[in-house]
């Protein structure tokens, strides 16, 4: 195969993992900034650039478990084909993230890459070539190492974000409203921990496909993700941010529970502690997700009533049909033109 179709191959690639990043900025950083805006403790435009600033130095500093958790997960060795599963998976990923935009829904851009990729990989080949590794729910290891990853995260969510309002409850028991300030003020520190975990966690994730990418056309043969790889991943996950999407923001922070104060501080500490160890530990997690979850204890650890049980019902759906549904879209994208783009480029 001749230098310029490796070339041409790599560079859809690495534009739609770039696009794909900056959707994924946009979706779950509305969720990130949700408690900033909706508790008043800033202003939109202070609130996006401080979440932005926070993802930048996590792609750039947030080591790369997680990518390497990415790239385990095939062996699939063809470099043409793999190269157009890549780039199949990438597109109808990002347009699941607008669709469900356009919805209002904070579904899972996680949930979309890795459905988006295997249904991509299923119209190529089948599972011949996904490295589905064990179950172990410690331990796990390759593709099920995420699937546990997905589902154990949100649970993980209520429960921390459950127990921990009700610690503080307690702790807070004799306090005065001016404990509101502390608060607010110590709000800006878990949104920052919160944003810099997401910006360790959500970016490796495309780091881990261009570095697949290269890899497979031969461009790049080290271990190391390069830096203008997290440079361009990190700058793209922060422009997300910037756009903002409102409905969102409004979903997360007052669809599924009002939000004050105690409940942002204690939802994005919660949140905050769930996706940096995931990231330490290269566990890959969707934290729209953790958000979500994270407000459905703190709401259920304050009052069960006040849940709006049909809104988190309305997410927890969209959760589930975003891996099939990326899966569909990614298989159908694969069938037409990148299965064609394969035919020419073997003859």
Same mark, same amino acid.
């Given at each position: 195969?001749?230098?310029?179709?490796?070339?041409?191959?790599?560079?859809?690639?690495?534009?739609?993992?770039?696009?794909?990043?900056?959707?994924?900025?946009?979706?779950?950083?509305?969720?990130?900034?949700?408690?900033?805006?909706?508790?008043?403790?800033?202003?939109?435009?202070?609130?996006?650039?401080?979440?932005?600033?926070?993802?930048?130095?996590?792609?750039?500093?947030?080591?790369?478990?997680?990518?390497?958790?990415?790239?385990?997960?095939?062996?699939?060795?063809?470099?043409?084909?793999?190269?157009?599963?890549?780039?199949?998976?990438?597109?109808?990923?990002?347009?699941?993230?607008?669709?469900?935009?356009?919805?209002?829904?904070?579904?899972?851009?996680?949930?979309?890459?890795?459905?988006?990729?295997?249904?991509?990989?299923?119209?190529?080949?089948?599972?011949?070539?996904?490295?589905?590794?064990?179950?172990?729910?410690?331990?796990?290891?390759?593709?099920?190492?995420i699937l546990v990853s997905l589902f154990a995260s949100p649970v993980a969510g209520f429960v921390v974000g459950y127990l921990m309002l009700n610690l503080i409850l307690l702790l807070l028991m004799k306090a005065t409203t001016e404990v509101n300030k502390w608060?607010?003020?110590?709000?800006?520190?878990?949104?920052?921990?919160?944003?810099?975990?997401?910006?360790?966690?959500?970016?490796?994730?495309?780091?881990?496909?261009?570095?697949?990418?290269?890899?497979?056309?031969?461009?790049?043969?080290?271990?190391?993700?390069?830096?203008?790889?997290?440079?361009?991943?990190?700058?793209?996950?922060?422009?997300?941010?910037?756009?903002?999407?409102?409905?969102?923001? *409004?979903? !997360?922070?007052?669809?599924?529970?009002?939000?004050?104060?105690?409940?942002? $501080?204690? %939802?994005?500490?919660? @949140? &905050? =502690?769930?996706?940096?160890?995931?990231?330490?530990?290269?566990?890959?997690?969707?934290?729209?997700?953790?958000?979500?979850?994270?407000?459905?204890?703190?709401?259920?650890?304050?009052?069960? *009533?006040? !849940?709006?049980?049909?809104?988190?019902?309305?997410?927890?759906?969209?959760? $589930?049909? %975003?891996?099939?549904? @990326? &899966? =569909?879209?990614?298989?159908?994208?694969?069938?037409?033109?990148?299965?064609?783009?394969?035919?020419?480029?073997?003859?």
């Amino acid at each position: 195969m001749e230098f310029s179709t490796d070339f041409l191959l790599v560079g859809i690639v690495v534009v739609l993992s770039l696009w794909f990043t900056y959707t994924n900025g946009l979706q779950d950083g509305s969720s990130v900034t949700a408690g900033l805006i909706v508790c008043r403790v800033l202003t939109p435009v202070r609130a996006v650039l401080l979440v932005a600033c926070c993802e930048l130095a996590g792609a750039i500093f947030g080591g790369s478990a997680v990518a390497s958790t990415v790239r385990s997960i095939t062996s699939f060795p063809e470099k043409e084909n793999f190269l157009s599963v890549l780039s199949a998976g990438l597109a109808a990923a990002i347009g699941w993230n607008y669709l469900t935009k356009l919805l209002r829904m904070p579904s899972s851009s996680t949930h979309a890459l890795m459905g988006g990729f295997l249904g991509a990989l299923l119209a190529s080949s089948g599972t011949k070539y996904l490295v589905w590794g064990n179950f172990n729910l410690f331990h796990p290891t390759g593709f099920a190492k995420i699937l546990v990853s997905l589902f154990a995260s949100p649970v993980a969510g209520f429960v921390v974000g459950y127990l921990m309002l009700n610690l503080i409850l307690l702790l807070l028991m004799k306090a005065t409203t001016e404990v509101n300030k502390w608060l607010k003020l110590s709000q800006t520190v878990t949104v920052g921990l919160l944003a810099f975990g997401h910006g360790a966690n959500d970016p490796q994730k495309t780091m881990g496909i261009i570095l697949i990418a290269l890899h497979s056309a031969g461009f790049y043969q080290g271990d190391e993700i390069p830096f203008w790889v997290r440079l361009a991943t990190g700058l793209s996950i922060s422009l997300g941010v910037l756009s903002l999407a409102p409905g969102i923001v *409004k979903r !997360v922070g007052a669809g599924i529970y009002k939000l004050r104060v105690l409940h942002g $501080f204690v %939802t994005e500490a919660a @949140a &905050g =502690l769930i996706v940096v160890s995931s990231s330490i530990t290269g566990c890959p997690v969707s934290t729209s997700q953790v958000i979500s979850s994270t407000v459905m204890g703190v709401g259920t650890g304050e009052r069960f *009533k006040d !849940v709006r049980w049909l809104v988190a019902r309305d997410i927890l759906i969209s959760w $589930f049909l %975003t891996i099939p549904c @990326a &899966g =569909l879209f990614a298989y159908v994208i694969y069938m037409f033109p990148f299965r064609y783009l394969d035919l020419l480029i073997t003859k």
